[in-house]
């Protein structure tokens, strides 16, 4: 039963319900405000025809509700004053639990001669809300993550070349890059995709390795004044080191290969030593600085 209609029928059944709890209908009422604020977004973007864009041989180019997605987080940019100044070129960067982002980006960088910070997105979602569910190994709203992420993109990136680590991570994320390219398509903006990949094994094994060094340091740096290092609730428990890396492959991984269709598009087997992996990233990259 959609928002909607719970909101209807449980108006429907407060007469004859005196004991019905009174905070559950304000809840869904405040809830059918905004399936109604929606829809009157939904009808004006498509009565002024702002889809037009996203219509390729008479189709859009995205399901229905990923443009409607897109849309909405455009006009957020634009409502918040953010300059539209595209980069030259962006970088996606993603890979399953213990692929070794982190180290792997700095070597990305050095190959592709890109100086600019990365936009990491885990850094992007450290809020107390964006945590606990981080935390949970479970997803955050698209619409947020899409939003803060192509802010950051256009104010940082304007007309350089950026790495973005961590997005997309599901399907709708991936197409609001498809609909972001339609968007800016008179640019001569280049867009690549490396997504580093190991096996279970390894992954959970480098999780939990990289959980029990991180409480070790804490331990050691405990009675100094030296900051210490945040311990992923995922990096402790192999349950939820397996969730996180099971939720990659149903949920990000799929994801990702759509970028195939619109990127330059790399997967890199990121299981072995440093240089290894290292080496891999540059044999990919050579020529596309």
């Given at each position: 039963?959609s928002?909607?209609?719970?909101?209807i029928?449980?108006?429907?059944?407060?007469?004859?319900?005196?004991?019905?709890?009174?905070?559950?209908?304000?809840d869904?009422m405040l809830?059918?405000?905004e399936?109604?604020?929606?829809?009157?977004?939904n009808?004006?973007f498509?009565?002024?025809?702002r889809y037009?864009?996203f219509i390729?041989?008479g189709?859009l180019i995205?399901?229905?509700?990923?443009v409607?997605?897109?849309s909405r987080?455009?006009?957020?940019?634009?409502e918040?004053g953010v300059k539209?100044?595209?980069?030259k070129?962006?970088v996606?960067?993603?890979?399953?639990?213990?692929?070794g982002?982190?180290?792997?980006?700095?070597n990305?960088?050095?190959?592709l001669?890109i100086s600019?910070r990365?936009?990491?997105?885990?850094?992007?979602?450290?809020?107390?809300e964006?945590?606990e569910k981080?935390?949970?190994?479970?997803?955050?709203?698209d619409?947020?993550v899409?939003?803060l992420v192509?802010?950051?993109?256009?104010?940082?990136?304007?007309g350089?070349s950026?790495i973005v680590?961590?997005?997309?991570?599901?399907?709708?994320?991936?197409?609001c890059?498809q609909?972001l390219q339609?968007?800016?398509?008179d640019?001569?903006?280049?867009?690549?995709?490396?997504?580093?990949?190991?096996?279970e094994?390894t992954?959970?094994?480098r999780?939990l390795?990289?959980?029990?060094?991180?409480?070790e340091?804490n331990i050691?740096v405990?009675?100094?004044e030296?900051?210490l290092?945040?311990v992923r609730?995922?990096d402790?428990?192999?349950?939820?080191a397996?969730?996180?890396?099971?939720e990659?492959?149903?949920?990000t991984?799929?994801?990702?290969r759509?970028?195939?269709k619109i990127?330059?598009?790399?997967?890199?087997?990121a299981?072995?030593?440093l240089?290894e992996v290292?080496?891999?990233?540059?044999?990919a990259?050579?020529?596309k600085?």
């Amino acid at each position: 039963m959609s928002g909607l209609l719970k909101v209807i029928f449980l108006v429907s059944i407060l007469p004859e319900n005196p004991f019905f709890e009174e905070k559950l209908i304000k809840d869904y009422m405040l809830g059918m405000g905004e399936y109604v604020k929606m829809a009157k977004i939904n009808m004006d973007f498509f009565r002024e025809k702002r889809y037009e864009p996203f219509i390729k041989n008479g189709q859009l180019i995205a399901p229905v509700d990923s443009v409607l997605l897109f849309s909405r987080v455009w006009n957020r940019l634009i409502e918040n004053g953010v300059k539209i100044v595209v980069p030259k070129k962006i970088v996606w960067i993603n890979g399953a639990p213990g692929s070794g982002k982190g180290t792997n980006t700095r070597n990305v960088m050095r190959a592709l001669d890109i100086s600019l910070r990365p936009i990491v997105v885990s850094d992007l979602l450290n809020t107390a809300e964006f945590k606990e569910k981080i935390n949970q190994g479970l997803l955050v709203d698209d619409a947020e993550v899409t939003f803060l992420v192509f802010k950051h993109i256009l104010e940082e990136g304007a007309g350089k070349s950026i790495i973005v680590d961590g997005y997309p991570r599901t399907t709708i994320q991936a197409e609001c890059i498809q609909l972001l390219q339609a968007q800016i398509k008179d640019t001569s903006l280049v867009m690549l995709s490396i997504v580093l990949l190991v096996d279970e094994r390894t992954s959970i094994q480098r999780q939990l390795t990289r959980g029990r060094e991180a409480e070790e340091y804490n331990i050691k740096v405990a009675d100094k004044e030296t900051e210490l290092v945040e311990v992923r609730t995922t990096d402790k428990d192999p349950k939820l080191a397996h969730r996180r890396y099971d939720e990659f492959f149903e949920k990000t991984y799929p994801a990702l290969r759509l970028l195939k269709k619109i990127t330059d598009y790399h997967e890199i087997e990121a299981k072995g030593s440093l240089i290894e992996v290292r080496d891999r990233i540059y044999v990919a990259l050579e020529g596309k600085k």
